[in-house]
């Protein structure tokens, strides 16, 4: 069946419970012409929370349009599996959200499916998602319309000279990134996880001026406004440390991979703190 409207949707969160981010993108058929996106940061909670949260945004917004049928698409695999069925719902808040989903389709009084997709089929979502979330992933222009992933300078080629005055990487560092650019696409969060700067170096140090310099000679002079571009209304210490990614040696969207992976790893050690702070005071 082709549906008449298709919508792809994402949450992001910066730690888990975190800052939240949701985005979503809606075509229309014939032509899939863009009606509608979506990136804002509903408050606070957790990734399954801002998965929730996006789909019913989504199918809110197209309530004012008297659709006859929807198809809604997320990468995660808890969300679209309980809403079909395969999966229970255990928690007494997601079971919450998944009925104001039902409540919503209800109301919307049309086929409304919905359906898994990988990550790589959902790269607009997640960008929205990520962006809400202060922690963004690839530019997004034109009113939010487009989006412009990273793609490498072919004309460009790296002076070796200007790479030898670059401050050295510590060893395993140096070695963790380049098994990261084998990996490509398919390097997981563990990979990102495993990466380590091996202490305060030169990178660590460096102030934003020098970061962009080191990020043109080992990227080209296209990765510094693309970078930038992308990192605007970011927190600042996630464009901080992607930026020093970027100048050590990852390519700008692995870098800012890298930066997200680390912030929600940060987060999440925090809460872990707060909790069992917690438990002794009790």
């Known amino acids: 069946m082709e549906h008449e409207f298709l919508v792809y949707t994402d949450g992001a969160c910066t730690g888990n419970p975190g800052r939240m981010g949701i985005g979503y993108v809606i075509y229309q058929n014939p032509g899939q012409k863009l009606t509608a996106t979506c990136t804002y940061s509903p408050g606070t909670g ?36 309980q809403l079909t069925g395969v999966y229970a719902i ?26 898994w997709i990988p990550r790589s089929e959902n790269k607009f979502a997640d960008a929205l998602a990520s962006k ?19 793609k490498p300078d072919l004309y460009f080629t790296p002076d070796e000279c ?33 990466l380590k700067s091996g202490g305060m170096d030169e990178y660590s140090k460096a102030n934003m001026k020098t970061l962009k310099k080191y990020i043109a000679v080992r990227h080209g002079p296209k990765a510094v406004p693309w970078m930038m571009d992308t990192l605007e209304g970011a927190d600042p210490a996630y464009a901080a440390n992607a930026l020093r990614w970027a100048a050590r040696g990852l390519p700008p969207d692995m870098a800012l991979k890298k930066a997200s992976v680390d912030m929600e790893m940060a987060a ?14 009790i």
């Open 90 to 115: 255990k928690s007494p808040t997601i079971a919450e959200l998944a009925d104001r989903v039902f409540e919503l389709v209800k109301r919307l009084g049309c086929r409304v499916d919905f359906k």
């Open 132 to 150: 809400a979330a202060g922690m963004p992933v690839a530019r997004i222009i034109n009113h939010y319309t487009e989006l412009e992933e990273w």
């Open 268 to 281: 999440n050690t925090a809460n872990k703190r707060r909790e069992n702070l917690a438990w002794q005071m």
């Open 46 to 81: 957790t990734n399954n929370q801002a998965e929730y949260l996006a789909v019913i945004a989504a199918l809110d917004y197209l309530t004012a349009f008297e659709p006859q049928s929807i198809l809604v698409m997320s990468d995660s695999q808890l969300v679209i599996y």
């Open 162 to 194: 200007e790479l030898e005055k670059l401050p050295p990487l510590n060893p395993l560092c140096a070695r963790e990134i380049e098994r990261l650019l084998i990996l490509g696409d398919k390097a997981k969060f563990g990979d990102y996880v495993r």
